[in-house]
């Protein structure tokens, strides 16, 4: 009797053992995806505040100023616009340089003005390159206002940290990939001489195997739960903690990382379980003490 409870002990002790190795790597790989969603969304916030100025004629009335509102309220590449009247102008440059400047002067030189931020698949010198050439030619527009090489030293920067987090992610996978691999493939070989005696009695390549993937993909689910589970827990804690964080992060893009680590690690934990009985059951007798 103490014999077989250690032998279930062991059994037990090893599937435990695979759960946990399998988790740890998912909760790695679970990591570097959210860094890359939410350095994804932290890039389209900051395109988001790039875009463009408007400067209007002097001198235009109402009905100039309510045409060129509505045009970039219809405009597909606007995410957002602000409309500075004359006065308001006037104020800040007033306030800027700390003198009224309206003593200076006879009048009010300076002309509406429309603050436009354009949406992150815009926000390209060229698109706005040409988005301002459109938009230069509308009745009563005086300038059109862009730093097109702030534009593209952000998108340089912003295409090469896109670059990175992608090969990270592309390691970890290829590590958790070999990682699982190993592990799931110890489990295999802690059973080796069952498959062997299952050969002996005539079973079938895909009886045999069946047993393995079932264990492999039991794994994978429970240790990508156990992944996700840890990994909300922490996520909710960096939330909370800070709000920049609570910016970039979102629960559902979450929910497909957490999905999506589910049908890998299930993935991987059959695939790995797979070549491993495999390797077994092409493998001859002696090599079973030899590996």
């Known amino acids: 009797m103490a014999k077989k409870r250690s032998q ?9 053992t695979s759960v946990v190795s399998v988790a740890l790597v998912l909760v790695l790989l679970g990591v570097a995806a959210l860094m890359t969603s939410a350095a994804r969304k932290a890039t389209d916030n900051v395109r988001r505040n790039m875009g463009f100025t408007i400067k209007m004629e002097r ?11 509505k045009r970039l309220a219809k405009a597909a ?21 700390g003198e009224d400047i309206m003593a200076l002067v006879d009048e009010n030189p300076y002309g509406a003005e429309f603050d436009v931020k354009v949406r992150p698949q815009w ?11 459109s938009v230069g030619s509308a009745k009563g527009v005086e300038d059109v206002l862009t730093d ?12 090469r940290l ?56 039991a794994t994978g689910l429970v240790a990508s739960i156990a992944a996700s589970a840890v ?12 709000a920049a964080l609570a910016g970039v992060l979102d629960w559902r893009t979450s929910a497909i990382v957490y999905a999506l680590l589910a049908a890998i690690g299930i993935i991987i934990c059959l695939l790995a379980s797979a070549f491993a009985t495999n390797r077994y059951l092409r493998s001859d007798v002696d090599d079973y003490y030899m590996n």
Not at 232 to 242: I, N
Request: no cysteine; aromatic share 8%.
């Open 162 to 217: 896109t670059w990175i987090m992608l090969a990270v992610a592309a390691a970890l996978l290829a590590i958790s990939f070999v990682l699982i691999n190993n592990t799931v493939s110890l489990a295999v070989y802690s059973r080796r001489f069952v498959i062997h005696t299952m050969r002996l009695v005539g079973a079938t390549g895909a009886f045999i195997r069946r047993p393995f993937l079932k264990a492999g993909a």
């Open 231 to 242: 990994l909300a827990v922490a996520q909710a804690y960096a939330m909370r903690s800070d």
């Open 148 to 159: 097109t090489g702030v534009i593209d030293s952000v998108n340089r920067n912003i295409s």
């Open 8 to 16: 279930h002990i062991s059994i037990l002790g090893s599937r435990i």
């Open 59 to 69: 001198g235009m009335g109402a009905d100039e100023i309510n045409n060129m509102k």
């Open 77 to 97: 590449y606007v995410e957002s616009f602000v409309y500075a009247s004359p006065d308001e102008i006037l104020a800040q440059e007033s306030e800027i340089i």
């Open 123 to 133: 926000a390209h010198s060229d698109s706005i390159a040409s988005i301002a050439l």
